[in-house]
C-alpha cells in the first residue's frame, strides 16, 4: 500500500516530550535489560532494543546523529570483513 503522506503519526521525544511527526523525528535504538537478581534456577533476564524518538533540537544536542553515523560505520565494515 505505500505509506501515508497526508499526516504522520505523533511520537512524542523521549527527552522533551514534545510531540513529534514520525517522519520528523530521530529513531534510535536502546539496549535494555531486565533481570529479576535471583541466585539459581529461577532467574529471569530479558535482553532486547527499545524504539526511542527525539525531536531534532534534543537529538542535536546529545548528539545521537553522530551515534547512529558511528554506528553504521561500524556495521559495514563488518559485513567487508566477512
Known sequence: MGSRRGRDRLVYCTNCGRAV????????QRRTRFST???GDEN?????????Y??????KHLGIGEKKRKMLQRRREGE???
Open 37 to 39: 537478581d535471583l541466585r
Open 21 to 28: 511527526p514520525r517522519s520528523k523525528a530521530m529513531s534510535y
Open 44 to 52: 529471569v533476564s530479558y535482553i532486547g532494543n527499545v524504539d526511542v
Open 54 to 59: 527525539y525531536c531534532i533540537s534534543c537529538a
Open 80 to 82: 567487508y570483513r566477512a
